[in-house]
Structures are given as structure tokens and as C-alpha cells.
């Protein structure tokens, strides 16, 4: 696919809600817009699970109203979202893109504290999206659920879990979205699809009412076009919750209040992770990557290099804790609903059962290591940048139901997850194959305003968020 720049007025969250206070667009303009989208071209990219039409009207109406009545707006007042379907909206059923899932979780849980914050701030939910099933695992085809694909091209992946956020952002059926990230689940298809996406500090947004894959690396994080909208959304969406015991009470920063432009006296300790790219570099990588780290020496940030501490290991204990975590939760419906899990899932899920206590135990013991080690190294640095993974999306053609975890070769997503810091992914142009890539930056736990700080930085100075793939071409 061809790209093309969005107009820029309406073309990111925060520049939407800006529109809605001016009064350059209506909130119904806004969802019909999302929903027209939504209509033409959904049948092939796999989006949405479920759409909330007449719900979304229906609030866009009375965000309308109360502009008109010179009411003031909430934060993300007409603003359309889309929500990863682990996330429990008393709207529908929450699938977690499975047959095993039973329909009473979503109906007890009600409305996630995530949900609940959203929709209080004015945000119009406009349906659940897809994802990887149990937010693991790969699309199988032989499953009564949609395929999602990549919005740059239909033929690849549009990456997991958050699979259906990620793309529906990035082909504008919505402005943001909502996704969970255990070794990579918002990162990865906010690379892949070319769009902004945060993994918060571990424990930063409450997970309560989340269907969860590994309890100790699950995050929940915001995905839009810029660093501004994650933001913004960020804003909302974070501060402790009394019913997610590893939710943290530290306090909120303000987010948006953060982003000036200006990175003079912030340190970035840069690794290339060249020598992790088990799977290739893609040619146009490296000069990308390099002009990037020019762009933000160009807004003030001082560059080292730094080789951050223990890569192997704790890519390898992100693994090996997801499996024992995700397979503690699933053993029982895997050992007598083994066909209702799609071919990818149940073949990672299952691999849980060689581990043992001492396994797992052994991981938390040297997690507990490498974080110590990262704490030291950002006594050094303020951030550290690494590529979010060295190739674009892969084809569908390409992901092999029997070994699925070789979708992460070339990704270097999961070393963060054990560790809980912040870690934005950033668009940084196309890939020799047109496809888009990424840099990831990350910084000390809970500063968040840093990381989107530097991020906001990056993006006023290119336009590589702005993208968007020509949709279309190859639509059926």
C-alpha cells in the first residue's frame, strides 16, 4: 500500500478534541466518520468483535447537546475508543477472542475500572476489538472469530494481542484505543501498524475486571497516533484502584502538562540491540534508527551508549513466567476443552506444564536482579532507546500454528515486562518493504511524563505518526 498524510486537524485524539472545542466538528460528525470506516473496510482488516452503533450515536448526541448548552467537556468528551476484548464492558459479552471463556465472567465483572474511568471522562466506546486469543497466541483461521490484519497491508499481521487496537487506530476507526501488553501485546501491533502505543509502569492502571494472562506482567496502556493522545488517555485512565492488589498508589502525574517540545537536560542511553536481531534487520532500519536518535539530539536530549543489563535472561523470564502464570489459570479448561483453544494457544499454553516451582521461582529470583541492574543503569540515564523490533509485520502466510512464540524473533518487546518501566513504542518510518518499524523509549518506573515527554518531543519534529496506509487498495 501507498501512504498518505491525514489532514492534520483531525488527524490525532488531541487534535480532534481541540476540533470539538472550537467547533470545527461535531461529536456526531466524529462517530460517523469512525462508523463509515468501520463499515467499509472492517470485512477485511478484523477489527471489531463488536460494535456499539446506536450506543455510540446516541452519545454523540448528547455530547452535542451539551455543547450547545454551553456545557463544559470532559477530557474525552465525543471522543470514539476502541477496547481490547479482555477488558470487561457491561456493554457485551467479553469473548477474550475464545470459545472457552465462560459468559458469566464479563456479565460479573460489569464495567472494568478501566471502562468505567474512560466513559466518565466522555469517551464514546465504540466496540470490542480483537485480539489474540486469552491475549496469547496467533490467529487461527479454523476459529469462528475474525482474522485481524495489518492496515499497511492485508496479507501480514497486524500483530498480538492487542491486535484489532492497533489497527483500527491506525486505519481511523478510531482515534484511540485501549490495549494489555505481557510480552509485548501493545508494543507490537503499535509497531506493526505504524501508530503510538504505551506500556505504562507496572502497576500504573488497575487491572480489576481484565481477563488476566500472567498476573505479576500484565499492563494495560493506551494506543493512538501520537504521544499526546497516550497522554491524554494516560491521564485518565491511571491511579490506583482498591480492587487490583497490584494496582500502586503513587500519585498521577500531569501527562500532557509535560510535553514541551523541549529535551534539554535529559540523558538517552542508546543500545541498537543489533546484536539480539535473531531473525534479520530489515536494510532500512539502521538509517532509520540513526535518524531518529539525530531528531531527538535535535530537541536537546544529550545521546550515550549504553548495553542494557541481562537481555537474554530476561527475555527468557518473560517467557518462562507468562507460561507458568497463564498456565496456572488455564490447566483445568485445557485439560477438558483442549479443541475449543485455537491450535497457537493451547500449544503455548500447554508448554506451562514443563515447568516446575523451581523454574518459576528461580525466574522471580533473577528478575528481582535484572531490575536492580536497571535501576542502576538510569542512575546514569534518563531514558534508554533500543528499536521496538528490527522487521516489520510478517506475513500471515508465515506464522506457524505449531510455534507460534517465533512471531517474537526480531522483537525485543518482552525484555521490558519483567522489568515493569515505562516503554513507548514510536513509528519511525517504513521498512524496505513498506511496512512500518519502531523505537521504543523507556525510563525509570512511574515516569511516564518523561518517556511521552520525549516522545512528543520526536514527533513534532517528523511526521512519521501522521502516516497512514492507502486503504483502498486490496480491500475485498
Not at 139 to 146: H, L, N, R, S, V
Amino acid at each position: 500500500m501507498t501512504t498518505t498524510t491525514v489532514p492534520v486537524a483531525f488527524s490525532t485524539l488531541t487534535d480532534a478534541a481541540a476540533a470539538l472545542r472550537s467547533g470545527a466538528v461535531s461529536a456526531v460528525e466524529l462517530i460517523d466518520q469512525a462508523l463509515a470506516t468501520a463499515d467499509a473496510i472492517d470485512g477485511s482488516l478484523g477489527v471489531f468483535l463488536t460494535r456499539f452503533d446506536e450506543r455510540a450515536r446516541a452519545q454523540a448526541e448528547q455530547v452535542d447537546a451539551k455543547i450547545a448548552a454551553g456545557g463544559e467537556l470532559a477530557p474525552l468528551d465525543g471522543i470514539p475508543l476502541g477496547v481490547k476484548d479482555i477488558l470487561a464492558h457491561a456493554h457485551a459479552s467479553t469473548t477474550a477472542q475464545s470459545l472457552v471463556l465462560a459468559p458469566e465472567w464479563g456479565a460479573a465483572a460489569g464495567d472494568c475500572a478501566v471502562v468505567s474511568r474512560l466513559e466518565l471522562a466522555g469517551a464514546i466506546v465504540t466496540g470490542k476489538t480483537t485480539t489474540m486469543e486469552f491475549a496469547i497466541g496467533v490467529p487461527d483461521p479454523d476459529k469462528p472469530f475474525p482474522v485481524p490484519r495489518n492496515a499497511w497491508d492485508l496479507d501480514r499481521w497486524a500483530g498480538g494481542s492487542s491486535s484489532g487496537s492497533g489497527s483500527g487506530v491506525a486505519a481511523g476507526m478510531f482515534l484511540g484505543a485501549i490495549g494489555t501488553d505481557t510480552a509485548g501485546s501493545i508494543r507490537i501491533p503499535a509497531a506493526f501498524n505504524g501508530i503510538t502505543g504505551l506500556k505504562p509502569t507496572f502497576g500504573r492502571v488497575p487491572k480489576s475486571g481484565v481477563v488476566p494472562l500472567g498476573y505479576t506482567l500484565d499492563h494495560v496502556g493506551p494506543m493512538a497516533r501520537s504521544a499526546a493522545d497516550c497522554a491524554l488517555l494516560l491521564s485518565v485512565i491511571a491511579g490506583h484502584e482498591a480492587a487490583d492488589p497490584y494496582s500502586s498508589p503513587a500519585a498521577v502525574d500531569d501527562y500532557s502538562g509535560a510535553l514541551t517540545g523541549d529535551l534539554r537536560g535529559i540523558t538517552i542511553g542508546v543500545d541498537d540491540l543489533d546484536r539480539y536481531a535473531n531473525a534479520g534487520i530489515d536494510p532500512a532500519q539502521p538509517e532509520l534508527f540513526g535518524a531518529a536518535i539525530d531528531a531527538l539530539r535535535e530537541a536537546g536530549a544529550t545521546i550515550v551508549p549504553v548495553e542494557v543489563p541481562m537481555y537474554p535472561e530476561l527475555s527468557a523470564i518473560d517467557v518462562v513466567v507468562m507460561l507458568a502464570e497463564a498456565h496456572t489459570y488455564h490447566r483445568e479448561d485445557l485439560r477438558t476443552r483442549w479443541s475449543d483453544y485455537g491450535r497457537g494457544t493451547r500449544v503455548i499454553l500447554a508448554a506451562g506444564d514443563a515447568l516446575s516451582a523451581s523454574d518459576y521461582i528461580q525466574a522471580q529470583r533473577v528478575r528481582r536482579i535484572a531490575q536492580q541492574r536497571m535501576a542502576a543503569l538510569f542512575t546514569e540515564v534518563d531514558l534508554v532507546l533500543t528499536p521496538t523490533g528490527h522487521l516489520g509485520a510478517p506475513p500471515l502466510a508465515a506464522i506457524d500454528q505449531l510455534q507460534p512464540l517465533n512471531v517474537l524473533a526480531s522483537l525485543h518487546t518482552p525484555y521490558w515486562n519483567p522489568l515493569g518501566n515505562p516503554t513507548l513504542a514510536v513509528p519511525i518510518g517504513l521498512s524496505s518493504e513498506r511496512t512500518p518499524l519502531s523505537m521504543s523509549l523507556s525510563g525509570r518506573p512511574f515516569a511516564e511524563a518523561t518517556v511521552l515527554r520525549a516522545g512528543d518531543a520526536y514527533q513534532r519534529l517528523t511526521d512519521h505518526h501522521l502516516r497512514t496506509p492507502d486503504l483502498t487498495k486490496g480491500l475485498s
